[in-house]
């Protein structure tokens, strides 16, 4: 287990699920991914969360598979467990399960069918915390699938449960967002994360964000930008940042299919079956190869 007193930051990569060509979990493939992810540079794991198909798994899946993810990280680098649920019973179903068998923490999309309000909000994130002893992160999306958080009522959530105590944030426009936030919560928020595959990463790390989340097939491209950020040499991030840009625009797109045929091209899955409709065509194929080239120099395996 990681100290939650050391603030976390960097990127924090999502496997995808890998699935055999018959659509069954591939599990040889996830521990594959999971050393990638690790050998790449993350500086931690996030999974089971939207482009990981979370909700098309069975609840046996995602245990099974998060299980896997855990014991392969092996400690290596902290481990947030997704644990999103339709209600709150079953998001802390997940989370005591994923504490029992050792993540570092959770991360918790609001309740995405029926959505409960502010109060039932409350209760959800409370009843989380409750079930596991490392830090909980509020993602905050925008609807239909998110609920719109403002900066004061998660600043509300971060003083009054112990553990709630970094945000994804996704609310569009991202930037203004994290900004808004961060001045709005302070010192009681121990990191702004965010997604979107990092398109917009360098706005965000000039805003003080803590770390993105992207899909992980280019987790080493994204350590090397981060590392440069951070070391200084803010042109050199741009100039990583330049040459991934165009590819995770092709991923805007096409999503899931797009991340597995990265890593089914890098040697990392066998398959790049999925359960989101979505498919690349030969188009596609010739642009991802002509892409590719540009940011070969920043692979580490």
Known sequence: ?????????????????????????????????????????AHGIVYPVMVSEFW??????????????????DGRIPVIAGVAGVSTEV??????????????GAIALPPYVIKPD?????????AVAEAIEGPVFIQNFDPPLGSSL??????????????????????????HSVSALMQTCGDELHGVFTGFSGRWFIDELNRGVAGTMPACQFTDVMVSLYERYRSGNVEGAREVHSKVLP??????????VFCKEILK??????????????????????EIDRLMRDIEEFYRI
Not at 6 to 13: A, L
Not at 247 to 256: N, T, Y
Request: with cysteine.
């Open 118 to 126: 502010l109060n039932g909000l409350i209760d959800y994130y409370s």
């Open 265 to 286: 091209r890098r040697g990392v899955i066998d398959s790049t079956f999925t359960r989101c409709p979505g498919s690349l065509d030969r188009h596609d194929a010739a």
């Open 150 to 175: 403002s900066p004061q009522f998660v600043q509300s959530l971060l003083l009054d449960i112990p553990n709630v105590s970094y945000v994804k944030e996704e609310m569009m426009p991202c930037g």
């Open 91 to 104: 998001a802390v179903m997940f989370t005591r399960f994923s504490s029992d068998i050792g993540a570092d």
């Open 1 to 41: 287990m990681s100290d939650p007193n050391d603030h976390w930051h960097g990127i924090f990569t999502i496997p995808q699920t890998p699935f055999t060509d018959r659509g069954l979990l591939d599990v040889e493939s996830l521990r594959r991914e999971i050393d990638f992810c690790i050998d790449a540079g």
């Open 56 to 73: 098309l798994l069975s609840d046996d899946e995602r245990k099974e598979a998060i299980e896997i993810v855990v014991r392969q990280a």
């Open 247 to 256: 590819l995770l625009s092709i991923e805007q797109l096409h999503g899931v």
